[in-house]
């Protein structure tokens, strides 16, 4: 089971409304910047400010495709703190 510290980061990032909004959207496809601050109707700074956190904490992932760099869910790492936020919940 992850540290007590490890976990309240994670629920951290996850208080923040638009970073949520961000992952909503990314469920769909892989999105450049100017295509989730137009979905959200947040500025390029905020929303590049959200995409930096999640990418630190591998929620995201980008790849550069020509003179634009579109950002995709990290499913694999999803997939870990989905198990390590189920044991912290686990009943027992």
């Known amino acids: 089971m992850a540290n007590a510290g490890k976990l309240a980061e994670i629920f951290k990032l996850f208080s923040v409304e638009a970073r949520i909004r961000i992952i909503q959207a990314l469920r769909r496809r892989a999105l450049c910047v100017t ?14 400010q959200h995409l930096r956190v999640l990418k630190d904490a591998r929620i995201v992932k980008f790849q550069k495709r020509g003179f634009h760099v579109y950002y995709s869910l990290d499913k694999q790492n999803i997939a870990l703190l989905h198990k390590t936020i189920g044991e912290l919940l686990e009943l027992g």
């Open 35 to 48: 295509e989730i601050t137009s979905q959200l109707g947040i500025s390029q700074e905020a929303t590049s």
